[in-house]
């Protein structure tokens, strides 16, 4: 199957940034949609930002004109940079990827989640 690996969360202070990578490993022909997913204590995890493999976008309204999402195909990673960050946004993150692999079999994988904390 796929493994998908993230990195770059950790400790921030209000107003302040992070940048989450997220690279697949596997094999893989090709990637179709990638996302960004979250689950803060106590609630249920809800979709952050996606991306296309055209390369449209969509983010939940809590995170627009704050984060960005973006992709390098040639490394099968997807990127989320949150700027502006908030308490709210305090959570563990997961990346998600769907597409195909060979002898046509499809993939719906994700990582194991990540630690964001945003705290004075």
């Known amino acids: 199957q796929v493994q998908l690996a993230e990195s770059g969360g950790g400790l921030v202070q209000p107003g302040g940034s992070l940048r989450l990578s997220c690279g697949a490993s596997?094999?893989?022909?090709?990637?179709?949609?990638m996302g960004w997913y979250r689950q803060a204590p106590g609630k249920e995890r809800e979709l952050v930002a996606t991306?296309?493999?055209?390369?449209?976008?969509d983010y939940v309204d809590f995170v627009k004109g704050r984060f960005t999402i973006s992709r390098d195909n040639t490394r099968n990673t997807v990127y989320l940079q949150m700027n502006s960050l908030k308490p709210e946004d305090t959570a563990v993150y997961y990346c998600?990827?769907?597409?195909?692999?060979?002898?046509?079999?499809?993939?719906?994988?994700w990582g194991q989640g990540i630690q964001v904390t945003v705290s004075l």
């Open positions: 998600n990827m769907n597409g195909r692999l060979w002898f046509g079999r499809p993939f719906d994988s």
């Open positions: 596997g094999r893989i022909v090709s990637i179709n949609d």
């Open positions: 991306i296309t493999s055209g390369g449209s976008t």
